[in-house]
């Protein structure tokens, strides 16, 4: 992970080689907090991990076929490739009493390893995500939309995708110049092609089971989920609370689908709560 704050997360490391290369930022000291997102890649997480470095010892990885990790976005960009992986990292750097952070697509991959290892986890917290099978139109019909081919051609030519999110109504709010020009960089060709090969993955894939299993061995941790206030039109937030039912609801006033870039210190907030160590 790059950045030009004047005290950047920087402690790139690495598991495996080749296409099995998982890349991942190792920053700080204290208990793991381990933050998952799939589709772009970790410099979502730079703005919370610099609020949360001096107390916990942070674990941002790249996604198979994204970022600084390995893979071929047509063989690798799946989410039960990457949920395989972020199990070996968790088992190859043996992290125990973890924080399990995790945002969008990095939902059902977080729960679905989760659920391999429960005894590891110490708490939840959910960003703008989900981790159950994808019904309904408007749902399926996004997931096909974002991960058609015609989407998919467009965006690896222009960059438009990338160039979006970068800005304030994305996860660049807080970004500079600089910055946004940084985030871009981690989304290129092979990124922007496993970006859409992700969400067409999650229309058809056949982790759903294991996630559903997975949320029933984990519903006894604690359960933070954290929206953007402007960021929810499908009501997952709701979900989440229906299953469970004890679960603590943060809402980011003025947030949009990135609320660790709107408001990282009402995330890092919210990752200190959860893990009963604000």
Known sequence: MVSTSPNPPAAVAHVGEGDERVAY?????????????????????????????????????????????????????????????????????????LTLVFHDLGGPVAVAAAGRWPERVRALVAVNTFAWHPNGLAFRGMLATMGSAPVRTLDVGTGLIPRMSSTRFGAGRHFDRAQRRQFRAGLDHRGRSSFHRYFADARRSDIWPQTESALERLRDLPLTTVFGARNDPLRFQLQWRARFPHSTQVVVPHGYHFPMCDDPAAVAAAVRSASGRS
């Open 25 to 97: 930022l190792d920053e700080g000291n204290g208990p793991a907090a381990l933050f998952v997102h799939v589709g772009m890649w970790s410099y979502v997480w730079r703005d919370v991990i610099a609020t949360l470095r001096t107390e916990f010892r942070c674990i941002a990885p790249d996604a198979p076929a994204s970022g600084l990790s390995g893979g071929d976005p047509r063989r690798h960009a799946t989410l039960r490739t990457a949920a395989t992986r972020l199990s070996r990292l968790v088992e190859t750097l043996d992290l125990r009493d």
